[in-house]
């Protein structure tokens, strides 16, 4: 396995709600990120309406910083209990959008509802393949709402083991009762891309700055280094939901020591 020169790490644009691309590629420089996940929303910059000139100019600055794009983060549930036709639609337009802004992945939430999932995921997740394949965009499930740990999300993308992947959202595996080492072993062979948070505890997910909580980030760095991994990280701090919190300057640079202890180069 080579090794990357620098980590692979990112802040998603959820930390800093409604503000300009520009303001967030000075912040990754500043904190020493080599990647943006960008949030995909009517409220944000990135949206899946973006007229192509304003794609094509985000795509510039991004690059132009020699900043990678590792993840959009949209919000599209794969096993939702929608028409086929609507999820597929908007799972298709962020694929062109990543596609467009030079995007090696998109995230796709589960969305279920437990009657049905595993056959609607697969039933989608083929349909999409073909068009993720084209575009060379990766579509990514995490762990989340109705898959919370590694081992429900493990059960949608082993069929298409190798083509569709996993995020590690550090919060709900753990919240639900999946310890870190369980996690990574579900989804050994998918795990693309991990985002790291820090809560108060399982009951109140209230987020707080990288290592001041409960979560067991020491716990899910350990494991990710004994793997070797050497994937992307991402700093997924939720300011939108959370008005109230720090702002993402005041916690970037913890989640840059947890980076530098245990995803640095070796």
């Not at 020699?66 to 599209?76: E, F, N, S, W």
């Not at 870190?180 to 693309?192: D, I, K, M, R, Y």
Request: aromatic fraction near 6%; proline fraction near 9%.
């Amino acid at each position: 396995m080579s090794t990357p020169e620098h980590p692979r790490w990112a802040f998603s644009t959820l930390g800093a709600p409604g503000r300009p691309v520009h303001e967030h590629l000075v912040r990754a420089l500043r904190h020493g990120c080599t990647g943006l996940e960008l949030r995909v929303h009517q409220d944000e910059f990135v949206h899946v309406d973006l007229p192509p000139a304003e794609r094509r100019a985000i795509r510039a600055q991004i690059t132009d910083a020699g900043l990678a794009v590792p993840c959009l983060a949209g919000y599209a549930g794969i096993c939702a209990p929608t028409p086929d036709p609507v999820v597929l639609s908007a799972i298709d337009r962020l694929l062109d959008l990543a596609y467009d802004l030079g995007a090696s992945a998109v995230r796709i939430f589960p969305g279920g509802t437990g009657d049905g999932d595993t056959e609607r995921a697969k039933r989608r997740l083929a349909a999409l393949l073909p068009d993720a394949r084209a575009r060379g965009v990766t579509m990514l499930i995490e762990t989340h709402d109705s898959h919370p740990t590694g081992t429900a999300v493990a059960t949608l993308i082993r069929p298409f083991a190798g083509a569709v992947g996993a995020i590690w959202d550090a919060l709900h595996p753990w919240r639900h009762g999946e310890q870190p080492p369980e996690t990574a072993e579900a989804l050994a062979g998918f795990l693309h891309y991990v985002q790291i948070k820090d809560a108060a505890s399982t009951i109140d997910t209230t987020p707080v700055p990288l290592g001041t909580g409960a979560v067991p980030l020491t716990t899910i760095g350990t494991t990710l280094q004994n793997q070797a991994w050497q994937g992307w990280i991402s700093l997924e701090w939720e300011k939108a939901w959370y008005p109230e919190i720090p702002n993402l300057d005041e916690v970037l640079p913890a989640a840059a020591q947890w980076v530098n202890t245990f995803a640095s180069p070796r």
